[in-house]
Every structure is written in structure tokens, then in C-alpha cells.
């Protein structure tokens, strides 16, 4: 049985940013569910209503953008079906078709079921985008242990590669899945797939936890009437996906995936990484990062990625590994990133830098000395005394974007000699 641990996860408001964002705090006053909740709704509903076709450009290819967040919560003050159903609301308001045809509240657990859902909305055999929501995920987890195939064929499905079923009686043959899923579970039954070979084999760091919880106390006969937002933000949720649907190829502009690679990517590692029971549940993280942050710009209508968009993915990356440490008994967070994190402040604070006390202020459990050792052991970073008037001085940190490209080139270079 899991029994709560680690500190509850704090979600960043670097989340909300963009019209998503936007429409979760609209929706709030509305709902006793957690915004996060009602974000990665949304997020995964806009992942499956855009269809197959959009991606994030990578060096191995593209990247697909559909996203499988489960809710993690306690019942009844979890208020996990709240927050999922306000933005359902919204989703089939403006989607009406694409809700009735293409979203089941059903996620089969056998590789059978699974396979004759997609098959029974494929077109020649291309699957047609699902929405899978997923309110009883407890019992899929139980059931989905019993069966061999069901694991495998969710691999394929999040990957996108084509699913095949044969038997005497069957012979299915699902091209191009495009599957988004919204599941709810109980923190114990979550902490449950520890001991099962899909959290090792890779079916469950593909699904992405997050904690929610009763956000506040609505009157049961005074309550706002939301049906006119509900309204209002479905034709905007249908403005983001008709746009998106025209899209193929979203794109990291060079000066974006540097700051990536030095900041993003340093952050998400340190979290993820040299810790092995963490790293089971966490192995898609860079992945997901990606993903998200292509679902931000496509949200927006654009089709390059921009800074904002990684920061709001690594808040919900960020939020994600907390709910991991948070519910799951036997991992424990190392607390590795908080170098990454540190300096991705200091480069965040742009040429005007950030000083010692803005730093201790924001990374209150980290001693000034261990903050010292870790500005004094990156390159990046040039350090000043500021004057002051009385008391001991304050320490300005300022990152250095030149060692960075300087950096870069020598990779480079040093790529060149080996090739």
C-alpha cells in the first residue's frame, strides 16, 4: 500500500501560460478541481483532436504529440472526475463530432479490445485520432496484468508505429495510431505497478502522473452558472485545433534549442537520471518535454517553438517527477537537479543577472555555500561583489551567452576531428 511520503507537488504557474493556461483560469471559479487536472485534460484532448499529422522536428525525426496524463488523487477529495469532466465540457462544445465519434470512456485492457477500438474507426486501415478517457484506471491496471498484448500494443500506440493482431479468428491491422489517454487513479493503486513488468517495460513511464486535489469549496446552490464560458471557450479550443490540423512540421529555432540544450535539457536530466527507481517511471521525460512544448505553440497557432514553451513543459515535468516521489513510497527524489535548476535561474535573469540574496529567496533549503560552490564550477557563470551600504555585500550572478556559443563550436569541432 502506498503511503505518502515526499512533500505534495506545487505546480508553477509557468504552466498556464498561453491560451490553454488561459482557459484553465477561466474555467476555475467554476470547478472544486485542480487546474492541473483541467490543464492536462485539455492538453491531452488538444493532443488527440489535432490528429496525427503535426510534430516537433527533432534530429531522429518527428516527434508525435499525443499525451497520456493520469490524474492521482484520493477519492472523493481528489475531485478527479470534476476536473476532467468542466474540460470535457468545453472539448465537446466545440468538438461535438470529434466527441461523439472519437472519444470512449472505455480504455480496454486487453491487446484485443484495444485493437478492435481503433480498427472499428480506421479508415483503410489509418487509424482515426482516440481519446481515450479513462475514469476507473484502478481496475485497467488490475485487468491489463492478465494480458500479454495490451502493454506492447500501447507501446506502438504512443509511438504512433503500426499495431497488428492476428488470430484464427482476427486478423486486424491498425497504420498510423494517433491515441491520447485521460486516466484516474487511486495514489495506492498507482504505487501498485512498482511490481508489475510494465513498469520496467516501459507501458507506464509512457503514461505521465499527476497529483490533483480538491482546489476549493463551491456553494452546492449558489454556484455560477458556466455554461456560457463553456461555450465561449469552445469555439476558441475549435479555432486552436482547425488551425493545428493544418500543420506538419513544428520547429526549434537555432537560438531556442540552445537554450534548450544548456537549461531544459540540463534540468530535465538531473531530475530523471542516477537515480534508478525514479528513472523507471521517468524515462520519457525529454520526450514528453518535447511533445508539450509543441502542444504550447500549436495552442498559440504557431508552428515555431519558443523559450515560454519549454519553461511551461519543464513546469509540468517538473510537476510530474514531484507526484512520482510524492506517491510512490520506494523512490526518493536525489535532489540532483538543483545545480541544473540554479543555473538555469541565474541564465534565465538575462545580462542583468540575479543576485545572492534573489537566489537564496528562490532556493530557500540550499545553503549559500553550496549556491557558491556550484556558480564557481560552472563556466557559465562570472560572479561580482555589489556595494553596499551596510552589512555584508550582496553577490551578482550573471551568465556569459558567449561561453555558451564558444562551447557549442568546440562540440563542434571536436565532432569534425572524430568523423
Same mark, same amino acid.
Given at each position: 500500500?502506498?503511503?505518502?511520503?515526499?512533500?505534495?507537488?506545487?505546480?508553477?504557474?509557468?504552466?498556464?501560460?498561453? /491560451?490553454?493556461?488561459?482557459?484553465?483560469?477561466?474555467?476555475?471559479?467554476?470547478?472544486?478541481?485542480?487546474?492541473?487536472?483541467?490543464?492536462?485534460? $485539455?492538453?491531452?484532448?488538444?493532443?488527440?483532436?489535432?490528429?496525427?499529422?503535426?510534430?516537433?522536428?527533432?534530429?531522429?525525426?518527428?516527434?508525435?504529440?499525443?499525451?497520456?496524463?493520469?490524474?492521482?488523487?484520493?477519492?472523493?477529495?481528489?475531485?478527479?472526475?470534476?476536473?476532467?469532466?468542466?474540460?470535457?465540457?468545453?472539448?465537446?462544445?466545440?468538438?461535438?463530432?470529434?466527441?461523439?465519434?472519437?472519444?470512449?470512456?472505455?480504455?480496454?485492457?486487453?491487446?484485443?479490445?484495444?485493437?478492435?477500438?481503433?480498427?472499428?474507426?480506421?479508415?483503410?486501415?489509418?487509424?482515426?485520432?482516440?481519446?481515450?478517457?479513462?475514469?476507473?484506471?484502478?481496475? $485497467?491496471?488490475?485487468?491489463?496484468?492478465?494480458?500479454?498484448?495490451?502493454?506492447?500494443?500501447?507501446?506502438?500506440?504512443?509511438?504512433?508505429?503500426?499495431?497488428?493482431?492476428?488470430?484464427?479468428?482476427?486478423?486486424?491491422?491498425?497504420?498510423? /495510431?494517433?491515441?491520447?489517454?485521460?486516466?484516474?487513479?487511486?495514489?495506492?493503486?498507482?504505487?501498485?505497478?512498482?511490481?508489475?513488468?510494465?513498469?520496467?517495460?516501459?507501458?507506464?513511464?509512457?503514461?505521465?502522473?499527476?497529483?490533483?486535489?480538491?482546489?476549493?469549496?463551491?456553494?452546492? $446552490?449558489?454556484?455560477?452558472?458556466?455554461?456560457?464560458?463553456?461555450?465561449?471557450?469552445?469555439?476558441?479550443?475549435?479555432?486552436?485545433?482547425?488551425?493545428?490540423?493544418?500543420?506538419?512540421?513544428?520547429?526549434?529555432?537555432?537560438?531556442?534549442?540552445?537554450?534548450?540544450?544548456?537549461?531544459?535539457?540540463?534540468?530535465?536530466?538531473?531530475?530523471?537520471?542516477?537515480?534508478?527507481?525514479?528513472?523507471?517511471?521517468?524515462?520519457?521525460?525529454?520526450?514528453?518535454?518535447?511533445?508539450?512544448?509543441?502542444?504550447?505553440?500549436?495552442?498559440?497557432?504557431?508552428?515555431?517553438?519558443?523559450?515560454?514553451?519549454?519553461?511551461?513543459?519543464?513546469?509540468?515535468?517538473?510537476?510530474?517527477?514531484?507526484?512520482?516521489?510524492?506517491?510512490?513510497?520506494?523512490?526518493?527524489?536525489?535532489?540532483?537537479?538543483? /545545480?541544473?535548476?540554479?543555473?538555469?535561474?541565474?541564465?534565465?535573469?538575462?545580462?542583468?543577472?540575479?543576485?545572492?540574496?534573489?537566489?537564496?529567496?528562490?532556493?530557500?533549503?540550499?545553503?549559500?555555500?553550496?549556491?557558491?560552490?556550484?556558480?564557481?564550477?560552472?563556466?557559465?557563470?562570472?560572479?561580482?561583489?555589489?556595494?553596499?551600504?551596510?552589512?555584508? /555585500?550582496?553577490?551578482?550572478?550573471?551568465?556569459?551567452?558567449?561561453?555558451?556559443?564558444?562551447?557549442?563550436?568546440?562540440?563542434?569541432?571536436?565532432?569534425?576531428?572524430?568523423?
Amino acid at each position: 500500500m502506498s503511503c505518502l511520503t515526499n512533500e505534495m507537488p506545487v505546480a508553477n504557474p509557468d504552466m498556464f501560460q498561453g /491560451p490553454l493556461g488561459k482557459m484553465v483560469e477561466e474555467l476555475d471559479k467554476y470547478t472544486e478541481g485542480s487546474m492541473v487536472g483541467v490543464l492536462v485534460t $485539455f492538453l491531452s484532448g488538444f493532443s488527440a483532436a489535432v490528429g496525427s499529422l503535426p510534430g516537433v522536428g527533432t534530429g531522429k525525426g518527428s516527434m508525435p504529440l499525443s499525451f497520456w496524463p493520469v490524474l492521482v488523487g484520493p477519492t472523493g477529495v481528489g475531485r478527479k472526475g470534476t476536473a476532467t469532466g468542466i474540460a470535457m465540457k468545453v472539448i465537446e462544445s466545440g468538438l461535438e463530432s470529434f466527441f461523439q465519434n472519437n472519444v470512449s470512456y472505455n480504455l480496454p485492457a486487453t491487446g484485443l479490445g484495444f485493437a478492435n477500438e481503433l480498427a472499428e474507426r480506421a479508415i483503410r486501415g489509418v487509424s482515426s485520432p482516440m481519446l481515450f478517457i479513462s475514469e476507473e484506471m484502478d481496475e $485497467f491496471i488490475a485487468n491489463a496484468k492478465r494480458d500479454t498484448k495490451i502493454g506492447g500494443y500501447l507501446r506502438k500506440a504512443w509511438d504512433g508505429s503500426t499495431i497488428g493482431h492476428r488470430t484464427s479468428q482476427v486478423d486486424l491491422q491498425i497504420h498510423k /495510431p494517433h491515441v491520447a489517454i485521460v486516466g484516474h487513479v487511486q495514489p495506492k493503486n498507482w504505487g501498485a505497478i512498482s511490481g508489475s513488468r510494465d513498469a520496467t517495460g516501459g507501458t507506464y513511464n509512457r503514461f505521465f502522473p499527476v497529483w490533483v486535489l480538491q482546489s476549493k469549496k463551491l456553494p452546492v $446552490f449558489a454556484s455560477a452558472n458556466p455554461d456560457k464560458v463553456i461555450e465561449r471557450l469552445g469555439h476558441r479550443f475549435r479555432s486552436m485545433v482547425n488551425f493545428a490540423q493544418e500543420v506538419t512540421d513544428l520547429n526549434v529555432p537555432m537560438a531556442v534549442a540552445k537554450i534548450f540544450e544548456t537549461r531544459h535539457r540540463e534540468i530535465c536530466d538531473a531530475m530523471t537520471t542516477g537515480n534508478e527507481q525514479l528513472g523507471q517511471y521517468t524515462e520519457r521525460a525529454m520526450a514528453y518535454m518535447i511533445r508539450l512544448a509543441g502542444l504550447y505553440a500549436l495552442a498559440d497557432k504557431r508552428t515555431e517553438l519558443t523559450v515560454g514553451d519549454f519553461d511551461a513543459a519543464l513546469a509540468l515535468i517538473t510537476y510530474m517527477v514531484e507526484t512520482v516521489t510524492y506517491t510512490l513510497p520506494e523512490v526518493e527524489a536525489s535532489g540532483n537537479e538543483i /545545480p541544473a535548476r540554479i543555473l538555469a535561474f541565474i541564465q534565465g535573469a538575462g545580462p542583468e543577472g540575479v543576485t545572492s540574496t534573489e537566489v537564496a529567496r528562490k532556493f530557500q533549503r540550499v545553503r549559500a555555500a553550496e549556491v557558491r560552490a556550484i556558480t564557481d564550477a560552472s563556466e557559465f557563470v562570472t560572479t561580482s561583489k555589489l556595494r553596499s551600504e551596510g552589512g555584508r /555585500p550582496a553577490t551578482l550572478f550573471t551568465w556569459i551567452e558567449e561561453a555558451v556559443e564558444e562551447s557549442a563550436v568546440a562540440v563542434e569541432l571536436d565532432q569534425l576531428v572524430a568523423a
